[in-house]
Nanobody, 130 residues
Framework: QVQLVESGGGLVQPGGSLRLSCAASRFTLDFIAIGWFRQAPGKEREGVSCINSSDGSTYAADSVKGRFTISGDNAKNTVSLQLNGLKPEDTAVYYC???????????????????????WGQGTPVTVSS
């Protein structure tokens, strides 16, 4: 049974920062990739940033490039997402997800698509408002 537990969400003013953390119940190196996704009210879930567990390569959505940074700590089995320069449109529930099985032709750390990920956390809300 894989558990992913997110923490660090909250209310922040525009331009502020937050650091989200995802703690995994097993070694993060057991996963092919771990990612952060978000879902705003009335919108589809979207990939924010994903990381390859073994080589550390990352993907970031255009909307967050230069503002959000994903990082992994395999010694602590955690993946964090640093959110800087937050905007009201970043308001959403942020989810941590992981995938452990290879599928032909799929590179989940490069594409960061939600349907490629098997394990999901409960989510942590981020609200950006003045």
């Amino acid at each position: 049974q894989v558990q992913l537990v997110e923490s660090g969400g909250g209310l922040v003013q525009p331009g502020g920062s937050l650091r989200l953390s995802c703690a995994a119940s097993r070694f993060t190196l057991d996963f092919i990739a771990i990612g952060w996704f978000r879902q705003a009210p009335g919108k589809e879930r979207e990939g924010v940033s994903c990381i390859n567990s073994s080589d550390g390569s990352t993907y970031a959505a255009d909307s967050v490039k230069g503002r959000f940074t994903i990082s992994g700590d395999n010694a602590k089995n955690t993946v964090s997402l640093q959110l800087n320069g937050l905007k009201p449109e970043d308001t959403a529930v942020y989810y941590c997800a992981a995938v452990s099985s290879w599928r032909v032709g799929v590179q989940p750390a490069e594409t960061c698509l939600s349907y490629e990920y098997d394990y999901w956390g409960q989510g942590t809300p981020v609200t950006v408002s003045s």
